[in-house]
């Protein structure tokens, strides 16, 4: 039984714990209130991850450290770098394998399909951020200071799942009501599902075959907005929906009242163009498989229950 500790008990960091406790391994998940689910094989402490002397307390003799913990999206420039810079001095400390929950940013604007092999080139602050987590971490890896790996997802699906899509439509479409959405609502885009993150996290966590590189996750499915959309209505028995798409005028003045979908704007360029992610590698080398949209959107749908 190894010990496993996580930071972050959010959207994917309790579904990663839940994963690793019911495998029989002991798990310390470390967020502000010492949150998350309750197992007896999950101690849920409150500490704050950007103190790299406390989380190299909590983290001595475990097999890896886990970071799923993320500053609010307005405050990524000003917070990311010292929470990744702790995780990272405890990785080198601790010698726990030091596995990053990452996405897409990092790659800027690609035409075809994100695969893991291309170099970072970010076009926006926040992919600057993403891009330099891993470059830092990466580095330490390479020059033998720790061990280092990235599961990197696109747009996340899912119960529970901090997306823009979640946010701004399931509750109207399942209401009855019209629902808007920022860029070209007919764009194919991957979409990738809470558990099936989850899964891909623990797996790679436990492979020593893992390190030194990233691994993107199995996607549930390439799909526009559009037709997402009306998928989760067709399950759900509501109304067509009446889907109308979000322009950059649109965004900054509800950005004024906002401050998240403010932030939306520099990523405009992702919400316009396909959005495409390569899981073949990951898939092979783990045997991992997605999770069938239709079990993502009918779990949605719980989630956010059509009103009578």
Known sequence: MSLHVIAGAGGTGSPTAL?????????????RRGGGPEHPLIERIAADATDADRLTELTRGAATLINTAMPPYDRWPAEFPALAAALLTTAERTGAGYVMMGNTYGYGRV????????????????????????????????????RVTEVRASAFLGAGAGS????????????????????????????????????????????????????????????????LTGRLAELAGVPTPRLTSMSVEDLTEAGRRNPIIAEVVEMMYSLVNPDLLDSAVTEQMFGLVATPLDDVLRETVQAFPPTP
Do not use: C
């Not at 951020?129 to 890896?141: E, F, N």
């Open 164 to 227: 823009l899509y979640n946010w701004l439509v399931p509750a109207p479409v399942l209401a009855g009501q019209p629902a808007a959405f920022p860029g070209d609502l007919d764009a194919p885009k991957t979409w990738s599902y809470l558990g099936d993150v989850a899964r891909t996290l623990t797996t790679v966590a436990r492979d020593d075959r893992s390190w030194g590189r990233a691994w993107h996750v199995p996607s549930t499915a390439t799909i526009s907005v559009r037709d």
């Open 111 to 146: 035409d075809g399909h994100f695969t893991e092999d291309l170099p970072m080139a970010p076009v926006a602050v926040k992919g600057q951020v993403r891009a330099q987590m891993w470059l830092d971490a990466l580095a330490s890896h390479e020059a033998g200071r720790a």
């Open 19 to 31: 994963l690793l406790a019911d495998a029989g391994e002991r798990v310390r998940l470390i967020s």
